[in-house]
């Protein structure tokens, strides 16, 4: 599976962006997906996941209640609507596709990712 994220930018806070992921392979379906973001001079943290239906999410708290992420099979994308955005969110969004369908909470648990897009959100 090859991924690629796209949609970030610079915003105010207070504002919405939504990054999408596109990929490419015929298994898109069959993988949780997951958001990860790494701010500079911070590890890779977990945002958001979803599994293969879609059915389930699960948020870290910290995002919980102004990200939701949702995903279209049919059309092999992975999404994150980010609404209420602070300067904390500030960070380089990853997509990853987990090696099974059910969701997964650490970066060891994915075993694709792609390239990431920079969120900025100003004060």
């Known amino acids: 599976v090859q991924l690629q994220a796209s949609g970030g930018g610079l915003v105010q806070a207070g504002g919405s962006l939504r990054l999408s992921c596109a990929a490419s392979?015929?298994?898109?379906?069959?993988?949780?997906m997951g958001w990860f973001r790494q701010a500079p001079g911070k590890e890779r943290e977990f945002v958001a996941t979803?599994?293969?239906?879609?059915?389930?999410?699960y948020y870290a708290d910290s995002v919980k209640g102004r990200f939701t992420i949702s995903r279209d099979n049919a059309k092999n994308t992975l999404y994150l609507q980010m609404n209420s955005l602070k300067p904390e969110d500030t960070a380089v969004y990853y997509c990853?596709?987990?090696?099974?369908?059910?969701?997964?909470?650490?970066?060891?648990?994915?075993?694709?990712w792609g390239r990431g897009t920079q969120v900025t959100v100003s004060s």
């Open positions: 392979g015929p298994t898109f379906s069959s993988y949780a």
């Open positions: 979803i599994n293969w239906s879609g059915g389930s999410t």
């Open positions: 990853a596709a987990a090696g099974t369908s059910f969701i997964r909470t650490t970066t060891k648990g994915y075993a694709y």
